[in-house]
């Protein structure tokens, strides 16, 4: 036997189906040349966003986390990964089984049995344990295996990915509502203002100072302030129906959400695009475990060209009656290696490990791409916070500039020094900048979100080769 099994080997390595060279797969694209820096920032926290100080927003993050079916189907994902780890290592360890077979039989008197158990009903009794060990010379069983880990890794970002999408999708409709509930606020500030001008107007006509025209003017003002009122309100519903839907809720959910104040707030941008993105972003992590899963699954696909040694051993009882099943003289026993040579397959062995370079093309491109976007969604954010700023500074000035003209305008018209197109005048960029004003305000707010997200969440990737459970 031990002289058999080199040869065997030897014959086996010179038989073997020839693999086939492969094109030049697809190149991961370098961090260095999408400007990407070794430079440091203040990272989202985990929650980050507690930091507005806001604990009605708090709550209604963690109802739609708990609550969550794209949560759920992250997680489901992640046990079928953990169970294809335990699946992978199994295969790497001794295998065990035992079996007990009984057959009761007339043996045939004109056969090979000689008297007295031919022509005789007896028991045909096996009693066995066969235990089996794959060797796995070629690393083909380990790189599947370092293929579940990756693949697990990869479901790991995913659920992140998924909770890092919900929290912000509610944090921006969140906003949005608020945003919304501040523009019908100044809507009907704006309403009270031109009925006051209405009433001037109208008093002013009655006195001989004014015209039905000027009346009519200021009735038609007053009237457009409300259908943008009514508009306001009716955006804020759907929006409360909008958040009600991410916390897996009804409407009469979003019903119960109170405005809030909308203050400034400053917000960290980073100075350079961060080389650590690399590993903060639960998207990019993912998309470069499968790309890793991939490679693995190649090696493996390569393993397959040669042969396949498992050692195998097998001890236990055989007899003729069940009465003497246990006997010394029953016992049986051996062990021996089984080898498999693939030789011709029809190419099948080579469709295979295209299939495997086609796939580690395609992780790698879906990287890139992730790569990309997510280097152009941090850009993005950074770039809209930045000028956020400004323009929120010149908004703001703008506002307080209009209102005291407008002030003046009607204060001038009540005691006829103006007239009523100068009130009308400043009515309209007075309510323009004033909804441009909470606009600014509530997409402070959603530009943060933007970029806490675009800088991963607050995920901290640690890789482990031990599957996770998920009740």
Request: hydrophobic share 45%.
């Amino acid at each position: 036997m031990k002289a058999l099994i080199p040869l065997l080997l030897v014959a086996a390595l010179s038989g073997c189906a020839a693999i086939k060279p492969g094109e030049p797969g697809v190149a991961q694209i370098d961090a260095a040349q999408l400007g990407l820096q070794d430079s440091g920032i203040a990272w989202p926290a985990e929650h980050w966003w507690t930091r507005y100080g806001d604990t009605q927003l708090n709550s209604l993050i963690e109802q739609a986390l708990a609550g969550s079916p794209s949560m759920d189907a992250a997680k489901a994902r992640l046990d079928m990964a953990n169970a294809a780890i335990r699946g992978a290592r199994a295969v790497q360890l001794p295998s065990a089984d035992a079996s007990f077979n009984t057959t009761r039989q007339r043996f045939s008197g004109n056969y090979i049995y000689p008297p007295p158990y031919g022509g005789s009903m007896l028991t045909d009794a096996n009693l066995r344990l066969d235990v089996g060990l794959d060797l796995d010379l070629w690393g083909r069983n380990r790189a599947r295996f370092a293929a579940a880990v990756s693949s697990r890794e990869a479901a790991q970002a995913d659920l992140h990915m998924a909770r890092n999408t919900l929290v912000s999708a509610v944090v921006q409709s969140y906003y949005n509502l608020q945003g919304a509930l501040a523009q019908q606020a100044v809507l009907g500030d704006i309403v009270g203002q031109q009925q006051n001008v209405l009433k001037i107007t109208r008093q002013r006509a009655n006195a001989g100072l004014d015209t039905q025209v000027e009346v009519k003017q200021a009735d038609s003002a007053v009237s457009s302030a409300r259908v943008q009122l009514s508009q306001a309100a009716t955006n804020a519903k759907l929006l409360r129906n909008q958040l009600a839907a991410l916390l897996g809720e009804g409407p009469a959910r979003g019903a119960e959400i109170r405005q809030v104040a909308l203050t400034s707030m400053p917000a960290d941008v980073p100075g350079s695009l961060p080389l650590e993105l690399l590993s903060r972003r639960p998207d990019i992590i993912a998309a470069r475990e499968r790309a890793q899963a991939a490679a693995s699954q190649v090696s493996a696909a390569k393993a397959e060209f040669f042969p396949n040694v498992n050692l195998n051993a097998f001890a236990g009882f055989m007899s003729l009656g069940l009465d003497n099943l246990l006997d010394g003289a029953s016992k049986t026993y051996g062990v021996g290696p089984a080898i498999s040579l693939p030789i011709f397959h029809g190419g099948a062995l080579n469709a295979q490990l295209d299939t495997r370079r086609a796939e580690r093309n395609l992780a790698i491109a879906d990287y890139n791409q992730t790569l990309l976007g997510a280097v152009r969604e941090v850009a993005d954010a950074t770039a809209s916070i930045q000028a956020l700023q400004q323009q929120a500074q010149d908004q703001a000035d703008s506002l307080k500039a209009i209102t005291s003209a407008y002030q003046i305008a009607v204060d001038r018209y009540k005691s006829g020094l103006g007239n009523f197109i100068q009130v009308l005048l400043a009515q309209n960029e007075v309510q323009k900048q004033a909804i441009l004003d909470t606009d600014l305000r509530a997409r402070a707010y959603a530009l943060d979100a933007q970029l806490a997200t675009a800088l991963g969440g607050g995920y901290i990737h640690t890789k482990n080769t031990e599957p996770e459970k998920h009740s």
